[in-house]
């Protein structure tokens, strides 16, 4: 599928997402975004935007090795990572406990479509611009009012970020969940 997409900004139904994503949606080895890696220092300025700090909690949708939930634990952040792929899990498990943060450095294998957020005070990703597309709704149901979502390299088609930077390669978004149902709090009021 195309970046382009973003530039239409339809919000999509559960039915129309569900017929997007296919059949093996959800199934291990099924993966609606490819593993990439996001560079450490990246890692820390999308934690610096989200204003991650001790207790702060965060969850990573597709979390990958757990560098960026290591990294939210490490700053004292309770943080959990989800990613469809085992090994990946278990890898992030072992580094989790190799750096001493396995407390507040948690993983789980699963479908992100499925994890609940309504515990989140930050959610993390990086993906891929139609899967944004994909998670807009579920963030803009679940999350509670002043959340922030940070996403390395892709937007959001429907929201406008209360902020944006570019490092290197990568270009950064934060959004900031608005005190009403389904709102996006605007940049001039952060
Ligand atoms: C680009 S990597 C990001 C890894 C890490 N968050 C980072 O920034 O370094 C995307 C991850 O999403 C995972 N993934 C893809 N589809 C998923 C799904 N439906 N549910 C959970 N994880 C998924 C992949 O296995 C991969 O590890």
Redesign the pocket.
Known sequence: MDEAEDANPAVLSPAQIAAERGPF??MQG?????????PPAV?ERMLDLAQVGAGTRLI??????G??VIAAARRGAVAH?????PA?VAEAQSSAQGAGVAARATFAQ????AAALGEAEVV????LGH?NRWLEGKLQRELPPGARVVS?QYGMPNWQPAATEQIGQATLYLWIKGDEPGSARPADRN
């Open positions: 949606a959800g099924h993966l609606d975004a490819p593993y990439r890696e996001t890692v990573d949708l597709g979390c990958g090795d560098r960026i990572g989800i990613d469809i792929d990946w699963g479908d992100m479509f993390t990703l990086f993906l899967v390395h």
